[in-house]
């Protein structure tokens, strides 16, 4: 059946390639000379971002360097393996770190679009304080931790694995450490992502 037969039919036309503007070529170029404006601010990062970023660089030249050695030269190199998966822990958990600073980790705020706003507040800083309280329990765990693998050296080189467990426990006293923060934070501006997501993901800015 042809499109106007249907149409007489009752039926809606076939609908036929959607034509673009005809600025939008000069639309898309603009959007690449605003790029060209757009300034770098370093500001929002902090030192666990740069110590989490030198960390991913030395897994990725470990990983650059076990496919060379296996692949290019026909001898790997057995420790570059390791190592790689050794520094995905402080890549973790001082990252981690990064989250909590950011209030980035998952949360889950179902509850909070139908509570009062004075028990919204109450149950946030309930939130607040088991979140550092565990953050600084898991630190000292993993202290205790590191302490007892400081005899236990690593498969392929002679280095203890402690120091890989201390900097697992530097990223979780780090978290603890923000989580008072931003805990901090939250009490005196009233509110948290939790209570009030729109603040923390941008679309409150853009819906202004």
């Known amino acids: 059946m042809s499109a106007t037969a249907h149409a007489a039919a009752g039926g809606t036309p076939d609908a036929g390639p959607r034509e673009r503007p005809a600025d939008e070529p000069d639309r898309i170029v603009g959007t ?103 953050f600084g329990y898991v630190a000292w765990l993993m202290g205790a931790f590191a302490l007892a693998m400081d005899a236990e050296p690593m498969t392929t080189i002679p280095w203890s694995k402690s120091h890989v467990y201390w900097l697992a426990f530097a990223g979780m006293a780090l978290m603890a450490l923000r989580s008072v923060q931003v805990s901090w934070i939250h009490w005196r501006q009233g509110y948290c992502a939790l209570e009030r997501p729109e603040a923390y993901d941008g679309t409150a800015a853009s819906e202004s």
């Open 32 to 134: 690449f000379a605003q790029a060209d404006l757009h300034q770098v601010d370093l500001r929002p990062y902090s030192v666990e971002d740069w110590i989490c970023l030198l960390f991913f660089w030395l897994m990725a030249a470990m990983v650059f360097l076990q496919f060379f050695s296996r692949y290019v030269l026909n001898d790997s190199f057995a420790w570059t393996e390791e190592l790689a998966v050794y520094c995905l822990m402080p890549v973790v958990f001082i990252g981690s770190a990064a989250c909590v600073r950011r209030s980035r980790h998952i949360q889950v705020n179902l509850m909070y679009r139908y509570l009062p706003r004075a028990a919204g507040r109450v149950a946030a800083t309930l939130v607040d304080a088991v979140n550092t309280a565990c």
